[in-house]
């Protein structure tokens, strides 16, 4: 069983405002992954990170933004919240060396911004 | 570039009949192959992967997948389906070198009904 957390799991907010979704594994995992995923489609990587104090942009261009200072922790800001960021993210871990090592699933944080 | 193709966005089937998802991919590499499954509301769980060696890859839940080089395919079954097996069905490759990114398709939707 997977031991990776996000909060929160839903999220209505106003147009503006600031915002963090948070990302929690405990497994040691050195990579993280952040992905967006839109009803009935797949999942676009936005964010992800080798380790502590590495982060890389995905592939999907994303005006959010994170940081990584704790190998456990890997949370997401948005710093002015649109309704264009209404999705669904989920967080992710997985092993290093990969070697087709398995990603690791959060539940995930539905986000409405109204 | 890496890209996977489910064809079906939803396969109806019977309860206990068998089932076939369809997935294609492309690479100009060698590649690893992952099943993912989505319950309502929650984060992916692995069903299975295809990292080398026998073709044919056994999961969780009855699950099984072929990978067949030559047809660039995929394809996940399962001889008898439950009604518990109704969720979205995710095929994903990622390249087995550099960071490996999981690059997914668009999802098959299983209506598995009585």
């Known amino acids: 069983e997977a031991d990776i957390y996000q909060t929160p799991r839903y999220l209505v907010i106003g147009t503006g405002k600031k915002i963090t979704l948070e990302c929690s594994q405990t497994?040691?995992?050195?990579?993280m992954y952040w992905y967006q995923q839109d009803p009935g489609m797949e999942l676009h990587l936005i964010h992800y990170?080798?380790?502590?104090?590495?982060?890389e942009k995905g592939d999907l261009s994303s005006e959010s933004t994170v940081s990584r200072i704790r190998t456990e922790h890997f949370p997401l800001t948005l710093e002015s919240a649109r309704p264009s960021h209404t999705s669904q993210y989920l967080c992710?871990?997985?092993?290093?060396?990969?070697?087709?090592?398995?990603?690791?699933f959060g539940p995930g944080t539905r986000l409405l911004v109204l | 570039a890496q890209s996977v193709t489910q064809l079906d966005s939803q396969v109806p089937v019977f309860e206990e009949a068998p089932v076939e998802l369809r997935c294609n991919y492309s690479s100009s590499v060698s590649v690893y192959l992952f099943w993912y499954v989505q319950y309502p509301n929650q984060g992916l769980q692995l069903l299975l992967k295809y990292l080398s060696g026998s073709t044919l890859v056994k999961g969780i839940n009855g699950f099984e997948a072929e990978f067949n080089k030559s047809q660039t395919s995929f394809h996940l079954r399962k001889p008898s389906v439950h009604i518990s097996d109704t969720a979205e069905y995710f095929c994903?490759?990622?390249?087995?070198?550099?960071?490996?990114?999981?690059?997914f398709g668009t999802g098959t939707r299983l209506l598995v009904s009585p």
């Open positions: 994903a490759v990622s390249e087995n070198t550099g960071f490996q990114k999981l690059v």
């Open positions: 992710a871990s997985s092993e290093l060396p990969s070697g087709g090592a398995s990603q690791y």
């Open positions: 497994m040691g995992h050195d990579k």
């Open positions: 990170s080798y380790g502590v104090n590495s982060t």
